[in-house]
């Protein structure tokens, strides 16, 4: 069996970091101790023993569900745009600023 996972505040600061999350130390704590339960759930998950279980791919029979292509009249660019607020001259609608610098 692997090792279990420590979850340590260091941890969760160096995820929060990567994900450019700007967390409390009261955040921090919180997510350290819901963190270690989680990975105390699956710790858990584990130690059942699946040797008997066949492997499957997707719990569901999926099926395609997709229709033939059928080409048909579409929208003009005129048309298609005429309900947007902002829209270029060369049709991209424009919208509010997504990243500050």
């Known amino acids: 069996m692997k090792e279990k ?8 600061k160096n995820v929060a970091e990567i994900a450019r999350l700007r967390l409390t ?5 919180e997510f350290t101790k819901d963190c ?13 023993d699946t040797s008997t279980i066949q492997e499957i791919f997707h719990p569901l029979d999926v099926k395609n569900a997709l229709r033939e292509d059928i080409i048909g009249d579409s929208l003009s660019q ?4 005429k309900n947007a607020i902002h829209v270029t001259h ?4 424009k ?7």
Do not use: N
Not at 36 to 48: D, G, L, T
Not at 78 to 81: G, S
């Open 78 to 81: 005129d048309e298609a745009t």
């Open 95 to 101: 919208g509010p600023k997504a990243i500050e610098k």
């Open 25 to 29: 130390e009261h955040e921090i704590k």
């Open 5 to 12: 996972i420590k979850v340590t505040e260091e941890l969760i």
């Open 90 to 93: 060369d049709y991209y609608f």
């Open 36 to 48: 270690e339960k989680i990975i105390e759930y699956f710790s858990k998950i584990q130690e059942v």
